[in-house]
């Protein structure tokens, strides 16, 4: 069996979650090679490595591989995002105690590691289904090419492939939201969890590459108000730690992070020099209910 026809047959196996984004028909995978809707025949093939793009338009990301390489790396070598990995799973088993299986959607889930991180601790006591999206499509082909057992789509979080309450619970880790969209691929007793940066969320890099700018300091404070004028918050939860990067590990967080998008070179070359460089890890996780 090809490699196209596996992946078929698995996505077969969920083919009920999803709808088509041209004219929100339910779909079936037809000849082992496609998903296509029953009402207009609109067909998305299946990638090589596993994948649907459901884009229906151009979408430009500023998001590369280089970027979901550096992550992946610096998950791997540094266990960068562990703690949070952990304290995710540990919400999530808590207030889904009662179910044995889960289906999760992590909207904009980038090269995936944080979806395959956190199912991976929920499989010790659960059945977990992880689908992630994002319309980037680099980040989808590197989560596709590593991370099996999993559904992966390049779409918009604004118009996901997918029918009405689906899901029990919605990541967004560092992502932009559509929450008329979460609200709609939500199940009735359904959670989303959004984690956004605290104040002190990487800090010490903000201090070197905005050091005589307002970009030094950070408020969470619009994103919160945004979630909660959507959701019902069940539970604010605040962690901090830090985590110290050898050299190769400040490259790859530089890498990595979007905060070094429009800082000068001169200030990121002052930080890229540092052999070794604490880093503080500073987020709010908010859990949401409808």
Request: proline share 3%.
């Amino acid at each position: 069996m090809s490699n196209i026809k596996k992946h078929a047959a698995y996505m077969n196996q969920f083919v009920s979650l999803f709808r088509c984004p041209i004219c929100d028909s339910s779909m079936k995978v037809t000849s082992w090679k496609s998903l296509v809707c029953f009402k207009s025949g609109h067909t998305f093939d299946i990638s090589r490595h596993g994948y649907v793009n459901f884009l229906t338009k151009p979408v430009k990301s500023s998001y590369r591989a280089g970027l979901f390489e550096a992550r992946s790396r610096l998950m791997a070598e540094y266990h960068f995002f562990a703690p949070l990995h952990q304290a995710l799973a540990d919400l999530i088993s808590d207030r889904k105690s009662e179910k044995e299986t889960l289906t999760i959607l992590d909207c904009g889930c980038g090269e995936g590691t944080h979806l395959k991180a956190v199912c991976e601790l929920l499989q010790e006591k659960k059945t977990v289904h992880g689908i992630g999206i994002d319309i980037a499509k680099d980040g989808i082909l590197r989560a596709a090419k590593n991370i099996g057992g999993k559904l992966w789509a390049v779409a918009d979080v604004a118009n996901a492939p997918f029918q009405d309450r689906q899901f029990d619970v919605i990541l967004s880790i560092f992502s932009p939201s559509n929450y008329a969209e979460f609200h709609r691929l939500l199940k009735k007793d359904g959670l989303v969890i959004k984690v956004v940066p605290q104040k002190d969320y990487l800090t010490e890099l903000r201090q070197v590459l905005y050091a005589d700018s307002e970009r030094r300091t950070y408020s969470n404070t619009p994103a919160i108000e945004r979630f909660t004028t959507h959701f019902q918050l069940d539970h604010l939860m605040r962690m901090r730690y830090t985590k110290t990067l050898h050299q190769q590990g400040v490259e790859w967080l530089l890498n990595m992070t979007p905060l070094a998008w429009s800082a000068s070179a001169e200030n990121i070359n002052q930080f890229r020099e540092m052999k070794s460089a604490q880093l503080t890890v500073d987020v709010d996780i908010l859990i949401g209910t409808k």
